[in-house]
């Protein structure tokens, strides 16, 4: 089992990181590594040569094959991310537009259709909301988020879904109310992924 934890905020002090670092406490030691876009300046602007890349299936950037390799060493991917207009963050979005790539997330031709290649990946969600879960019930905010990660990435690419836990009321004055919130979402989401870990012959893990 290994898990890489993705987060994108650039604030070291923002809940994104509160809540990155006490994912990584509740995983077995040494068992997950992070991958703070923000703090390692990753470039999310789609270039001719990611272009090329993805008509031709190969011979990606030097920076995405180094993502690739990470997650080719993850059995699970958790995406930690403050919501901006009802999604995720442009850098979060450009680094699953850069990375998820043709020939390495899916392969597609006119031929053969659609082939999903990350079978082997469970993909989480963490989005930090500054509303309440009423406000995105009530104008479809979280089904509109689950359908564009959960079913166009996560199901396309052919990954398992796993747990989703919204953080919402995310900038309420009450820091203890705050702090129940995050401690759900984590407990959730490590619980989740160490459930994922356990195999017939080891039900306790």
């Not at 923002?14 to 703090?39: C, N, Q, W």
């Not at 990470?70 to 009802?86: G, I």
């Not at 999903?116 to 988020?145: C, F, M, W």
């Not at 796993?162 to 129940?180: D, L, M, N, V, Y």
Request: proline share 6%; aromatic share 8%.
């Amino acid at each position: 089992m290994h898990t890489l934890l993705v987060a994108t905020n650039p604030d070291p002090q923002s809940l994104t990181h509160d809540v990155l670092g006490k994912l990584r406490a509740a995983l077995h030691p040494g068992s997950s590594e992070v991958a703070d876009l923000s703090k390692e300046r990753f470039d999310p602007v789609y270039t001719l040569a990611d272009r090329r890349a993805y008509r031709e299936g190969g011979d990606y950037p030097a920076e995405i094959v180094q993502e690739h390799r990470r997650l080719e060493r993850a059995t699970d991917l958790v995406l930690v991310f403050p919501v901006y207009w009802w999604s995720m963050p442009a850098l979060l979005k450009g680094w699953i537009d850069r990375v998820f790539v043709n020939g390495w997330a899916f392969e597609h031709s006119p031929t053969s259709g659609l082939r999903p290649k990350l079978q082997a990946l469970t993909i989480h969600l963490v989005p930090i909301a500054g509303d309440n879960s009423g406000t995105y019930e009530r104008h479809g905010y979280e089904q509109a988020l689950r359908t564009q990660i959960e079913h166009g990435i996560v199901d396309y690419c052919g990954s398992r879904r796993g747990a989703t836990a919204f953080i919402h009321e995310s900038e309420q004055p009450s820091a203890e109310a705050t702090a129940r919130c995050v401690d759900d979402a984590v407990r959730t989401i490590s619980e989740a992924v160490l459930a994922g870990s356990r195999t017939p012959s080891d039900p306790a893990g």
